[in-house]
């Protein structure tokens, strides 16, 4: 393609936006909120200084929910692995129950779910504990704290 023809595909896009733009200020039809739903709902956002080398694929919302017996809830409790690529953040909490370290390795063997990798041990840990300080931020919202009840079957964490 050339740059003739480049330029004209963005002003063609540029006039597109234009006019939607421009319908809804002048009580057309609305233009669509193209803002991720957490960001649209008034939740915290997640941010931290450190970041992975290699994004993770697993969201960094609160995925589960285990009532611990000492009545705190857990959401989101992680451990980092060293591996040719740096060093791996991987869950602890997994399908509602808190598992071991050797577990939640073979579970990230067969699955390949992580926060990300890291540069250093250092990082991934930096990073882990922001994580759960947004996790925190998420269950002091009203509507995080009417978490629903653990299912049966489900296991509590010692």
């Keep these: 393609?050339?740059?003739?023809?480049?330029?004209?595909?963005?002003?063609?896009?540029?006039?597109?936006?234009?006019?939607?733009?421009?319908?809804?200020?002048?009580?057309?039809?609305?233009?669509?909120?193209?803002?991720?739903?957490?960001?649209?709902?008034?939740?915290?956002?997640?941010?931290?200084?450190?970041?992975?080398?290699?994004?993770?694929?697993?969201?960094?919302?609160?995925?589960?929910?285990?009532q611990n017996l000492d009545g705190s809830l857990s959401t989101v409790r992680t451990m980092s692995i060293g591996t040719d690529d740096g060093e791996v953040l991987i869950p602890t909490v997994i399908g509602g129950r808190v598992v071991s370290?050797?577990?939640?390795?073979?579970?990230?063997?067969?699955?390949?779910?992580?926060?990300?990798?890291?540069?250093t041990p250092a990082d991934a840990t930096a990073y882990a504990e922001t994580l759960h300080r947004y996790?925190?931020?998420?269950?002091?919202?009203?509507e995080a704290q009417s978490a629903p009840a653990i299912p049966s079957g489900w296991e509590l964490a010692e």
């Design 101 to 119: 370290d050797a577990e939640a390795i073979r579970h990230y063997e067969r699955t390949g779910e992580n926060f990300g990798t890291f540069a």
């Design 1 to 66: 393609m050339s740059a003739d023809d480049q330029a004209e595909e963005i002003r063609k896009t540029m006039a597109k936006a234009t006019k939607a733009a421009k319908a809804n200020i002048f009580g057309g039809e609305p233009v669509p909120d193209s803002r991720p739903e957490s960001y649209k709902k008034g939740e915290p956002r997640f941010s931290s200084k450190v970041q992975p080398i290699i994004k993770g694929n697993l969201p960094l919302g609160i995925r589960d929910r285990v």
């Design 135 to 142: 996790h925190e931020r998420l269950l002091d919202r009203s």
